[in-house]
């Protein structure tokens, strides 16, 4: 399907929302007009382009695709076919981003590997972009930390950024996170929270690749690249317990390991108690391995009712019916940026929410990977703590000055001397 029948179907399938909470009437002006920028190319940015478009087919905005990096030709030459994009506006390597952020785009869709967001976020704000980052936006506290800074200077520029825990965006969501916040289940005295699946995708390595490129290729399976899939993939179910609750844990006591893994050196599972003080607990469990019972989703228990997923059993407080354009959170997040950005809807900036949901993904795997407990003070205010300062190597620097290291492809054991080996 070319672009021009993708943006037509999509307009016809907002029409048949009538089921949902809709609103209408409140699309930008007919003549509205946005230049679009792409960092990143694979699946994650199809699925973003596919749902901005949707998004702007919803608000009557028209899009113009104006530059798209990734460290790939064969990834740009296949975005650009299938988005009808011309060629000359693709732009392949590991510094290709800084064309992104240099172009004419007013906004940018960032969707490389999570190592490489604070780098890229901050080359687009700096440049005067509005953004829409995909989660996690880091894979360690340094890179984290980053981020918020990020954030506060987009803020001061007036730049949106809206970020991939579409969670927040989305009806169901919104719809339970209203019920709690109006008393529904009382205080929330405990939960769980859980993404168990099997392994994504897996690249093999190539004959002749280096090994810059077997990394970028096989991201997903190295922590210093993807952060780990408690980083890369839970952060979803993390980033709820951090908005159901209003505050961050305290500490992180973890554990995991690794019996089944084909490659990268990650582990197979995790699970962490996330303390968040006051005696709340949430107990974390996420799992890749294929053949195993699969579970994704939160339950909460509050001292007058519980929560299982966006289903609310409490009490029935008498709240006004939710809106909004489209019930997917994916869409959802790309018509409040457009909406931020045209001036038809309030401001958004979720870089220091993601970035702390983030953080504690971050904070839940190096106690699961040294066996030790891990405090949020340490994460982010003690700069005595040797885990304030840590950073994966190899950085996203690295990669464009070509002086990439392999790391291990074995996991770090914890207990041992060797737990924080992939954070130094």
């Known amino acids: 399907m070319n672009r021009r029948s993708f943006v037509k179907s999509a307009a016809l399938a907002g029409a048949s929302l009538s089921t949902f909470s809709v609103l209408r009437g409140q699309s930008a002006p007919a003549a509205a007009r946005v230049r679009l920028g792409i960092i990143g190319s694979g699946g994650r940015a199809n699925a973003i382009t596919k749902s901005f478009l949707n998004a702007a087919a919803l608000l009557n905005v028209k899009v113009e695709f104006v530059a798209v990096a990734d460290v790939f030709e064969d990834r740009i030459q296949a975005y650009c076919e299938k988005f009808e994009i011309p060629a000359e506006r693709g732009h392949a390597g590991f510094s290709s981003y800084q064309r992104v952020a240099e172009s004419n785009a007013d906004i940018i869709l960032t969707a490389a590997p999570p190592a490489f967001r604070p780098l890229h976020l901050d080359a687009c704000i700096e440049a005067g972009k509005h953004c829409f980052v995909e989660k996690p936006v880091g894979v360690d506290p340094v890179g984290a930390r980053r981020i918020m800074a990020i954030g506060e200077l987009a803020q001061s520029k007036g730049l949106n950024i809206v970020a991939g825990t579409q969670r927040r965006y989305d009806l169901a969501y919104r719809s339970a996170y209203q019920q709690i916040a109006a008393g529904a289940i009382g205080d929330i005295l405990g939960g769980a929270i859980y993404w168990n699946g099997r392994v994504p995708w897996i690249s093999p390595r190539k004959d002749g690749q280096s090994d810059a490129l077997y990394l970028a290729r096989n991201w997903l399976n190295f922590t210093e690249l993807s952060g780990d899939h408690i980083v890369e993939q839970h952060i979803h179910q993390i980033d709820v317990?951090?908005?159901?609750?209003?505050?961050?844990?305290?500490?992180?006591?973890?554990?995991?390991?690794?019996?089944?893994?084909?490659?990268?050196?990650?582990?197979?599972?995790?699970?962490?108690?996330?303390?968040?003080?006051?005696?709340?607990?949430?107990?974390?469990?996420?799992?890749?391995?294929?053949?195993?019972?699969?579970?994704?989703?939160?339950?909460?228990?509050?001292?007058?009712?519980?929560?299982?997923?966006?289903?609310?059993?409490?009490?029935?407080?008498?709240?006004?019916?939710?809106?909004?354009?489209?019930?997917?959170?994916?869409?959802?997040?790309?018509?409040?940026?457009?909406?931020?950005?045209?001036?038809s809807g309030p401001y958004r900036n979720d870089a220091h929410a993601v970035a702390e949901s983030t953080l504690c993904a971050v904070g839940a795997r190096i106690s699961a990977y040294t066996g030790q407990i891990v405090r949020w003070i340490d994460l982010t205010e003690n700069v005595n703590s040797p885990l304030y300062s840590l950073q994966l190597a190899p950085s996203p620097k690295d990669f464009e000055s070509d002086s990439v290291l392999m790391p291990a492809e074995t996991p770090p054991i914890p207990g041992s001397a060797d737990g924080l080996k992939v954070n130094a």
């Not at 690794?258 to 003080?277: C, H, L, P």
Request: hydrophobic share 30%; aromatic share 10%; with cysteine.
């Open 241 to 343: 317990a951090n908005w159901f609750m209003g505050r961050p844990p305290r500490a992180f006591l973890g554990m995991g390991g690794r019996a089944r893994r084909e490659t990268g050196n990650q582990y197979d599972f995790f699970s962490v108690d996330f303390d968040y003080g006051d005696g709340v607990h949430i107990l974390s469990q996420c799992r890749q391995i294929s053949g195993c019972y699969n579970r994704v989703g939160e339950s909460f228990r509050g001292s007058k009712g519980f929560t299982q997923g966006t289903k609310v059993a409490g009490d029935s407080p008498d709240l006004p019916s939710l809106q909004q354009e489209h019930p997917s959170g994916q869409i959802q997040e790309q018509v409040d940026l457009l909406k931020g950005v045209l001036g």
